[in-house]
Nanobody, 129 residues
């Protein structure tokens, strides 16, 4: 059974940084791509960044480009999201997701919820001004 467990969330002031982690347990070796999503209070869940496991190719939504970096430590089966220059609008619950599609849709700049089968429980990020 596959399980994704996020950690690293917390409260920071605007301009600060956080690094989120997503540890994968189970048949994680079969994933083709992984991603981070977030849901702000009162809003729909939205994509943040995607990662193709076989190539390391990444894709980011415009609002986080240049500030967030998605990466993976294959040996640890862990996905990361380094978040710098955080702003109050980044406040949200952040979710890790994994999928099996081949090719990974991130290749086409697509990060849609429907493309990801496994989800973590989320980790809260709060940015104060």
């Amino acid at each position: 059974q596959v399980q994704l467990v996020e950690s690293g969330g917390g409260s920071v002031q605007a301009g600060g940084s956080l690094r989120l982690s997503c540890a994968a347990f189970g048949y994680a070796y079969s994933f083709s791509c992984m991603a981070w999503f977030r849901r702000a209070p009162g809003k729909e869940r939205e994509a943040v960044a995607g990662y193709i496991i076989s190539t390391g190719i990444t894709h980011y939504v415009d609002s986080v480009k240049g500030r967030f970096t998605i990466s993976q430590d294959n040996a640890k089966n862990t996905l990361y999201l380094q978040m710098n220059s955080l702003q109050p609008e980044d406040t949200a619950m952040y979710y890790c997701a994994a999928g099996f599609q081949s090719p990974c849709p991130v290749r086409y700049g697509r990060i849609n919820e429907g493309d990801f089968y496994y989800w973590g429980q989320g980790t809260q990020v709060t940015v104060s001004s």
